[in-house]
């Protein structure tokens, strides 16, 4: 799948500002951002629900502007908001959409029964949805976009409103998929949804990918891991500070934090070091730098950019 | 869109959509209820309450069983709007448009499913009135004509309703602007003759498209002579039909384009 130079504009608001994009079959990536950072108006584009005002897009090996109908033959779209029939029940829902998919009759009904049994709601089947939790509903439409055997699934923040276990076995729903070679493009807002589910995650910010990569790769553009000792006094400190050769400053409030590569081995040496010179260590934790600390780092150094910019065309 | 359907699969999608939305009007057994028992009522009302101080120069009831019948149609399209404006509003309509059907299955499904409904009101409606003494005198052509005619209206009227839908943007608003639809057949010839209006208002009542067709129907079951009305009841209907089917229309790709 990819997309290059995408543009999109409603009236005076520029939405997607030159978007570029690649992403590998068989593997989810999330795209990251704020509210209004353009992640729903790209996947509106690549699923052919909206068209680009400028660029081009291919999902599945097809342009999804001239050859939309074999692009939505190969998709399927979970948006924001369910899009369930409320007043029917999640059985009779998942077999409209299999005959929708021509799977006939007959097939449609296997192909229901498979869902349900996936999805665990073979106790449910015949209730309306209306009567659904969140978490419920939000697997019926995840079982509805499954009934074609997608080969790219899109999920705009399948997990927003959801509550924590809901949240989690939505998760699991999405991890199984990648088993099954299916291509999940997601966006969130909740750095630990990218974290927990993505291969590659791409920043989104003023309508452009401001970063992207394994999510690693990206801890890594922000700072390296840490290893915080907690000393049971202050004499242990001092001690500690001289046995690592860390400098003063480093220490407050009876804490050290050590730059470490957050191996086992390394934070072994590290204690056996410290008991050597007879520091009384109480606690440790190994400090890694969040998804979190990743966005705000970048979408910070971009605002930042923005404000230069602007005060070289003032000047 | 480039790359056509066959046709087989535009009358398949569209026979799951008609399928789909007639289970949704079961199941919304409230708007049901409303199109079917709001205008038996209102025909009880009209019957036994207001009937005895209008004259209309025959039996009351024989009067206003058609301009009930398209009161009737009022209720019916109401549903109408607001369900198609409840596609459009949840993400429903975004979930057919990302997979490779008929576009237009889903409004055919709502327009064969109001035809439907209305159809039903309509018949329970006419039974009821059988039952409170109405009594029409007319053969098996002119019963044929007022069904054809009232049909014609139903479909009409369903396109305008899908077209509120389609404008308005929740289905609260859909409901709102129905009203219109709900109002016209009083300011015509539905329960009371034009002639008895202010003569300012008469010009009103009579051209507007609700009381050549109620004047046609009752033409038909009454035999009264039609004369040009019925031709008058048909150019309203198609025009009606023709104009709200291609703003639909327009409005549909507006509405579900980028």
């Known amino acids: 799948m990819e997309a290059h130079a995408l543009h999109k504009s409603y009236g005076s608001t520029t939405v997607l500002d030159g978007l570029d994009l690649a992403i590998d079959r068989g593997t989810v990536f999330a795209l990251l951002g704020s509210n209004g950072a353009g992640k729903t108006t790209t996947v509106r584009i690549l699923s052919t629900l909206t068209s680009p005002d400028g660029g081009r897009a291919t999902v599945a090996g097809h342009d999804v502007v001239r050859e939309s109908r074999a692009v939505r033959a190969a998709i399927s779209v979970t948006g924001q908001n369910a899009a369930v029939d409320e007043l029917l029940t999640a059985e009779e829902n998942l077999r409209m959409v299999g005959r929708l998919w021509r799977l006939g009759a007959a097939g449609a009904r296997r192909r229901a029964d498979e869902l349900i049994e996936r999805f665990d709601l073979a106790d449910v089947r015949s209730r309306r949805v209306r009567t659904f939790s969140g978490g419920m509903r939000r697997k019926v439409d995840l079982a509805m976009s499954l009934v074609g055997d997608p080969q790219v699934l899109f999920l705009d923040e399948p997990t927003t409103g959801l509550d924590p276990r809901s949240r989690q076995s939505v998760w699991s729903v999405i991890s199984d998929l990648v088993a099954d070679d299916v291509t999940v493009v997601l966006t969130t807002q909740y750095l630990e949804e990218a974290e927990r589910l993505a291969d590659r995650v791409a920043v989104m910010d003023g309508g452009r990918v401001i970063a992207e990569g394994t999510v690693d790769a990206l801890k890594r553009q922000v700072g390296t891991e840490q290893v915080e000792l907690v000393l049971a006094s202050s004499a242990d400190l001092d001690r500690a500070a001289r ?3 860390v400098a003063a400053n480093l220490t407050e409030g009876g804490h050290l934090s050590v730059a470490s590569d957050g191996t086992a081995a390394h934070v072994r040496h590290l204690l056996n070091t410290l008991e050597r010179h007879g520091v009384d260590v109480a606690t440790i934790r190994l400090h890694r730098p969040s998804l979190d600390d990743v966005f705000l780092t970048l979408t910070g150094s971009s605002t930042g950019s923005s404000t230069v910019d602007r005060a070289e065309e003032v000047a | 869109m480039r790359d ?10 569209s026979l799951t959509m008609i399928g789909r939305s007639l289970r949704l009007s079961i199941r919304n057994l409230d708007a049901l209820i409303t199109a079917v028992v709001l205008p038996v009522m209102l025909m009880l009302l009209f019957v036994y309450v207001f009937g005895g101080a209008i004259d209309t120069g025959t039996e009351y009831v024989n009067y ?92 009409a009227i369903t396109w305008v309703s899908v077209c509120f839908g389609l404008l308005a943007g929740s289905a609260e608003a859909a409901n709102g602007m129905t009203f219109t639809v709900l109002f016209l057949p009083y300011v015509s010839s539905a329960f009371v003759p034009v002639e008895t209006m202010p003569s300012w208002m008469r010009p009103v009542a009579e051209h507007q498209p609700i009381t050549p067709v109620i004047e046609t129907v009752r033409g038909f079951l009454l035999g009264t002579p039609t004369g040009t009305t019925a031709w008058l009841a048909l150019a309203w209907t198609v025009g009606l039909l023709v104009i709200a089917f291609v703003a639909a229309t327009v409005l549909f790709g507006r509405r579900t384009a980028g």
Do not use: K, Q, Y
């Open chain 2, 4 to 13: 056509a359907l066959e046709p087989g699969w535009v009358v398949s999608d």
């Open chain 1, 243 to 245: 046995a690592l050769d």
């Open chain 2, 64 to 155: 206003v069983v058609p301009g009930i019948v398209l009161l009737c149609t009022g209720f019916g399209s109401a549903t109408t709007a607001v369900s198609v404006a409840a596609d459009v509003e949840e993400g429903i309509v975004d979930r057919f448009r990302s997979m490779a059907i008929s576009r237009s299955a889903v409004l055919t499904g709502h327009v064969v499913a109001s035809v439907v409904r209305n159809a039903f009101s309509t018949l329970v409606v006419v039974l009821v009135a059988v039952a409170v003494g109405f009594r029409p005198d007319a053969g098996l052509l002119p019963w044929l004509g007022a069904v054809g005619v009232l049909l014609l209206w139903v479909l």
